[in-house]
């Protein structure tokens, strides 16, 4: 089991800037791929971006490419989502989420391990 917990969410304005983190446990966090995914009011489930166990490979989605970046640090099995230029469209619900497979992936149901959730709501 693993088990993930993600923080950082707020109300901001539209520009501004957010960090979300996600604290994992339950199994090694380098064995891990890990990924950031949104679900906004009357949407399905969007995958932003995820990275390998070694931070060695990461991919994004177009909506988030070039405002978002994801990190890890091994050390504090914690996963980071830095979001800039924040906004209203990204409102949402931001999931992080695991899986054991060595690479990286873009489906929902890829994930075996997911977090509560955090909200992220962004006013104009």
């Known amino acids: 089991q693993v088990q993930l917990v993600e923080s950082g969410g707020g109300l901001v304005q539209a520009g501004d800037s957010l960090r979300l983190s996600c604290a994992a446990s339950?199994?090694?966090?380098?064995?891990?791929?890990m990924g950031w995914f949104r679900q906004g009011p009357g949407k399905e489930r969007e995958s932003l971006t995820a990275?390998?166990?070694?931070?060695?490979?990461?991919y994004y989605a177009d909506s988030v490419k070039g405002r978002f970046t994801i990190s890890r640090d091994n050390t504090k099995n914690t996963v980071y989502l830095q979001m800039n230029t924040l906004k209203p469209e990204d409102t949402a619900v931001y999931y992080c989420a695991a899986h054991i497979r060595p690479y990286n992936s873009r489906r929902a149901v890829d994930y075996d391990y997911w977090g509560q959730g955090t909200q992220v709501t962004v006013s104009s």
């Open positions: 990275i390998t166990w070694s931070g060695g490979a990461t």
């Open positions: 339950g199994r090694t966090f380098s064995s891990l791929t």
